[in-house]
């Protein structure tokens, strides 16, 4: 099923995971998909390395057992690394197994790696796409701004590009202050971007993720969230229990201020996306209602 036949229906609720390291077996992944089966999210997307290191096969496989699992599949594909015929191959790989949404993406540029320089944006791979065959195509998007822009209308200019080339809708990085959100879909719409936008969700619940919020995310982090983490840092359940509560009250929000979806940023993470699931299911679907 094309993603944005589900926009129409309801308010979308998905998921994202990630393919293990290459050292670790693809059957810990299928494990988790697994245990998401029968939490019936509208679709899982699966996330696609920008770094050349050739995980097509990989994020593929993946994909396809999220659809022997009776789950819509979505594919990530960065751009940035790769070659027109690099990504035709890819696309065949994508078609045999009979994948038809695709998130487009340009990838992080790499120090180490020499962008191939056939795609410079998201935009170009869309258009490439869109050439390609009919697919549901989404798009990235940015609350508080890609760090590659200098100002958030600039970025939203270069978004309204995205879009007008065929993204059909728009998934968000992660954010932990709603009203960041709220702030962005008013620029966004006021500039003629209609496409549906799924909210990014990320739960963080663990002490890695933290730091790794601090440093590098970029997101701007609320006093609660702060006093949150600070308060539970050292005290792995109560974070985890404390990291689940807040991303629910963020879902609760945006569900009641009729956001088109939400996409969970699972972490591979089955216990913490059950727990997520459960407590929101009902409101979402009320909204649908
Ligand atoms: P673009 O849309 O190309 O934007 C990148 C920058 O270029 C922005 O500053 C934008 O304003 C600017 N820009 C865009 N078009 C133009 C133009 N025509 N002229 C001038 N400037 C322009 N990365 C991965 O490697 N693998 C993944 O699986 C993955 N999944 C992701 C999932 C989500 C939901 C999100 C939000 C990000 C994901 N990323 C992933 C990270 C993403 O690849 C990076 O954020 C990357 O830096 C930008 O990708 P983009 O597709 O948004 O790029």
Known sequence: MKVREIFEKKTVFSFEVFPPKKTSSIDVIYQTLDELHDLHPDFISVTFSAGGSGNAQFACDIASR???????????????????????????????????????????????????????????????LRQQGEYDIAGACYPECHPDSDTLDEDIDNLKRKVDAGADHLITQLFFDNDSYYDFLDKVRAKGINVPIEAGIMPVVNKNQIE??????????????????????????????AGIAYAINQIVDLAASGVDGIHLYTMNNAYVARKISEAVTGIINYDRA
């Open 66 to 128: 999220i659809k022997e699992n009776g789950i819509t599949p979505m594919i990530h594909l960065p751009c940035i690394n790769y070659t027109k015929d690099e990504i035709s191959a890819t696309l065949a790989e994508i078609n045999k197994r009979g994948i038809e949404n695709i998130l487009a993406l340009r990838g992080d540029i790499n120090s180490d790696i020499p962008p191939k320089r056939e795609f410079a944006h998201a935009s170009d791979l869309i258009t490439f």
């Open 212 to 241: 790794r919020m601090v440093t590098t995310c970029g997101a701007s982090l609320p006093r609660k969230f702060v006093k949150i983490m600070q308060r539970y840092e050292h005290q792995p359940e109560a974070l985890r229990d």
